[in-house]
C-alpha cells in the first residue's frame, strides 16, 4: 500500500511540474540567452538598437575598462548642472559658460587618456607584427631550404624527420597570428567605440545647453586628435589578412578568413540549446520530488544493505552539481566582465558557453534521478536494486571517453579532451608546468573530496562485494552483530563493510586532492625557486595529511579500545584548527586579494578595485568561507559526542563544501581578472621567439608578482622547451671530437708528475673511468683529479692555469665563463684558439695546424 500510494503522489507531482516547466520556459529562455565573450566588437545593429551607455558597457574590453570614455560621468556631469541652470537668461548663460569650462576640461583630459593609451597599443602592435613576420620568414626560408632534402629522403624511402617539427611550428604560427588579429580587432573595436561616445557625448551637450560649442570642439580637438586620424590599425590588420592567406594558408582565402574570424558579440546561443536546458533542468526538478516523496513513502527494505546505495550515487550527484554551478560561475563572470576565457587560455573562436555546460550538467543530474528511480522501484521493474548505479557509470564514462566528433553540438569532442587533458596533468603534476587552469582544477577537486572515497568505494562494492554467478548482480549480505564485516561481505544492518571501513585505503583516497595541489606547489617552487607563495602555499596543503593522518590513527585506538579517548583525538582536534586557519586565512589574503592596504574607507579589509559592485557581497563571502570552512565542527561534536552516523553527517556537509568552492570561483576568478587588468592583457600571447639568457627567470619573477601576469603556464613551456633543446646542443658540442677529449687526460697527468695538483673535467663518464684508471697506474692518485661535470657548471676561480681541448664552435661560449678565473692566470688553448675578446690577451703561439696550442692571459 504504501508503494502504490508514493506512486500515486509522484506521478501527480511530476505532472504538475511538466506543466508548470512547460509554462515557463518561454519566460525563462531569454533571461538565459546571454553570451560567453564579453570581449569582443559590437555589430552595427547592436549599436543603433540601445543606447549608447549599454553598448559601452557591454562591448568594451574588460581588461580596457578604466582606458575607455567614461560617457556615464561626463553625461550626470551634464544633467547634473544643467538642472541647476537659473532662470534669468544673463546669469544662465554666465552658468552655462562655467558648466562649458569644467565639461571640456574633463573632456580633454579624456581625450588624452585614449590617446595615449592608443598610441601604447599600436606601438605594441607594431612591434608584435615585426615579431611575426620576422618567424615567418625564418620559418619560409628553413621550409624552402628543407624541402630538396626532405623529397630526395622520400624518394629512397627514408622517413622525413623534419614533418613532423615543420607541422608543429606552422600550427604554432597560425595560431599566433590569429591571436595577434583578435588583438588587432579588440583595438579598432576600441578606436570606434571612443569616436562614436564622443560623438554622443558631445552631441548631447549641444542638445541640452542650446550651442554648438561641442560640435565645435569635435571638429578641433577629437577629429584632430591621434586616436582618430590613425589607419594604422587596419594596415596592420591587412597585413595579417593577407600573411595568414598567402602564406600560411596557400592563397586559400576561405580557409584563412575562417582562421582570423572574430567570434561576434551578437552571438546568442542556439534555440535548442536554451529549450533544451530548460526542459533538463524541468525535468530534473520533477525527477528529483519523485524520489523525495518515493523515499518518504517507501516502506524499509532489510533484504539491502544500508546507507551502500547513498555511497554510490552521491559521488556522481556531487561531481554533476559542481560543474552546474561552474556553468553559473561562468553566467557570473560573463555578466560582471571577468573574462575567464583569457584565463583559462581557451580558444575563444571554439569553447563551451555557460548555457552549454549547465545544459550538459542538467542532462546528467537527470540521468542521475532516473538511475535513483530506477533503484527505488527495482523490485517491481523486476531488475537488480545495484544495477542502476553501475548502468549510470558505464553511460557517464562513455559520455566523457568517446572520440564521436559530430555533431559537435551534442558530443562537445574538444572540450571533452581539452578536460581530460587537464585532469591528466593534474595527477602527473610533478611533470608538467603548471598553469592556471591546472591548480583551479586541482582546487575544484579538493572540494569533491567525499566523490573521490564515492568512486574508490564504487570500484571496491562492485568488484568484491558483488556476486555476478547467476547472471543477477546480487549483494554478499550477512547479519552478524559481532566482529568485524570480512572482505566481500556487506553487514545488512547498518551497511558496514571494508570497503567503506579500510582506514588506510580510505586514508589514501582523501588525501588525492590535497597532494595534487601539494606537488603543483612543490613544481612551481622549482620551476621558480621563490618560497613564497609556492612552498608556503604547499605547507597549507600539506596540514590535509596531517588531518587525514591523525584521524585514521584515532579511529584505530577507538576500534582497539572503545571507551577510551587516545591522545590522538586531541591531536586531530589540534591538525583540524590549524588547517582551517592556515586554509582561511589563504582564501582572504592569497586566493581573493582582500585585506589590501589600499582599500578605500568605505569598503574596509577589502582591496582597492572590486568588480561585482556592492561590498557586502564580499563580506558575506568571507563570512560564509568562515562557517563553512567550520563543518570540520559537525564531524567532531556531531560525529563523536552524539555518536551520529558518518555517512549522514558527509551527506549533509559534502554539498556544502561544493557550494562553498562555488561562490570561493566568483573571487578566484576576480582577483586574477585583475591582475590581468594591469597588465592591460586582453588576449593569450603565444609566442614563438626561441628563449634568451636571462627572459627565463624574468618571466618566472612576474608570473608571480601580485600586480603582475600570473600564472601564464604557454609560453613559459615554449621558452623553457627551447631552453632545454639549446641546452642539449650544448651538450652535443662537448661530446664533440672525441679524440681530442681521450688525449685531454694527458697534460693533467704530465701536471701531477711535475708535482702540481691538477683537475680534469669531462662529460663523458667512460674517460672519467679510464683517466682516473690511468692516474692510478702511474700513482698520481693524489696529484691528478678527475670529475664528470660539465664545464659550464665548474667554478674556475679556485685555478691558476687551464688547459681547453674543445671544438671550434664551443670556444666562442667559453669566453664568458672562462672570464670567472682571476686575473693573471693563464690558458692554454689547443688546436682551436679563443675568439677576439678583452678578457684573454694572446702571448704567444706555439706550433702549427692541429698541434697548435694558443698562450693566453687574463688581462
Known sequence: MGTNTGMVIAGVAGATALVITAAAVPFVAPALRRVCIPYVPATTEQLSNMKFGEQLASHLTPEWRKQYIDYERLKNLLYDDMMEVPADDDRREEHISRLDEKFFN?????????????????????????????????????????????????????????????????????????????????????????????????????????????LDWRINKVEKSSFFLNREIETLITNVETSVINDLEGGNRQAGMKRLKVPPLSEKQKPLTTFSLGLFIGAS????????????????RPQEPKWVAVRLFRGPLLLFLSIFLCGVNMAGWAAAGVNHVLIFEVDPRNHLSYQTLMQIASFMIMLWSFAVLA??????????????????????????????????????????????KHCYKCFTSPFHFVTFTDFWLGDQMNSLTTAFLDFQYFVCFYATEVD?????????????????????????????????????????????????????????????????????????????????????????????DPNSTSIFFYIWILSYIMSFTYTFLWDIFMDWGLIDPRA????????????????????????????????????????????????????????FEVFRRFIWNYFRLENEHVNNCGQFRAVRDISVKPIRKGDLESLLSKMDQMDGVTHRGHDLMERVKKQKKSAKASRQLLRKNRFNRMIAAAPVLQCAKEGYRSTGVELNSILVAYSKYRSIKEGLGKEARFMRKNIFKTDLNPYETAVIFGAESLMGDLVPKLSEMRSNTNLLA?????????????EHQIGEGIDAVWVYKRN
Not at 285 to 300: G, K, N, R
Request: aromatic share 12%; charged share 20%.
Open 830 to 842: 689547443c688546436r682551436f684558439p679563443l675568439p677576439e675578446n678583452d678578457a684573454w690577451k694572446l
Open 285 to 300: 526538478i520533477v525527477l528529483l520530488l519523485a524520489i523525495l516523496l518515493t523515499w518518504m513513502a517507501s516502506p524499509a
Open 600 to 655: 578605500p574607507k568605505e569598503a574596509r579589509f577589502l582591496r582597492e578595485e572590486m568588480i561585482y559592485g556592492s561590498k557586502w557581497y564580499y563580506y558575506l563571502a568571507i563570512a560564509q568561507d568562515f562557517v563553512l570552512r567550520l563543518a570540520w565542527v559537525l564531524n567532531v561534536s556531531l560525529g563523536e559526542a552524539w555518536t551520529l552516523d558518518s555517512d549522514f553527517l558527509t551527506t549533509v556537509t559534502a554539498p
Open 106 to 214: 574633463e573632456c580633454d583630459q579624456e581625450l588624452t587618456k585614449i590617446n595615449l593609451f592608443f598610441s601604447q597599443k599600436i606601438a605594441e602592435g607594431q612591434g608584435k607584427h615585426h615579431e611575426l613576420q620576422t618567424e615567418l620568414q625564418v620559418f619560409k626560408d628553413v621550409l624552402g631550404s628543407r624541402s630538396e632534402a626532405s623529397g630526395i629522403r622520400r624518394r629512397f624511402g627514408g622517413k622525413d624527420r623534419f614533418h613532423k617539427e615543420t607541422t608543429r611550428n606552422e600550427q604554432q604560427l597560425k595560431l599566433a597570428f590569429s591571436e595577434f588579429y583578435l588583438s588587432l580587432v579588440l583595438v579598432q573595436n576600441y578606436q570606434q567605440l571612443n569616436a562614436t561616445g564622443f560623438r554622443k557625448i558631445l552631441k548631447k551637450h549641444d542638445k541640452l545647453t542650446g550651442n554648438e560649442r561641442g
Open 468 to 560: 555476478y554467478s547467476n547472471g543477477w548482480i546480487e549483494v554478499k549480505g550477512i547479519n552478524s552483530t559481532t566482529g568485524s564485516v570480512p572482505w566481500g561481505s556487506v553487514e545488512l544492518s547498518n551497511g558496514k563493510d571494508q570497503c567503506a571501513s579500510a582506514a588506510g585505503l580510505r586514508s589514501l583516497m582523501s588525501i588525492i586532492p590535497a597532494m595534487i595541489r601539494f606537488l603543483q606547489c612543490l613544481r612551481r617552487y622549482r620551476d621558480t625557486k621563490r618560497v613564497h607563495p609556492h612552498l608556503v602555499n604547499a605547507g597549507k596543503y600539506s596540514t590535509t595529511f596531517f588531518v587525514v593522518a591523525c584521524g585514521a590513527l584515532n579511529k584505530y585506538y577507538e576500534a582497539s
Open 375 to 420: 533503484y527505488l522501484y527495482a523490485h517491481m521493474l523486476h531488475i537488480p536494486p545495484f544495477a542502476p548505479p553501475l548502468v549510470l557509470m558505464i553511460i557517464c564514462l562513455v559520455l566523457l571517453l568517446n572520440p564521436i566528433a559530430k555533431p559537435d553540438s551534442v558530443f562537445h569532442r574538444n572540450s571533452r579532451f581539452w578536460l581530460l
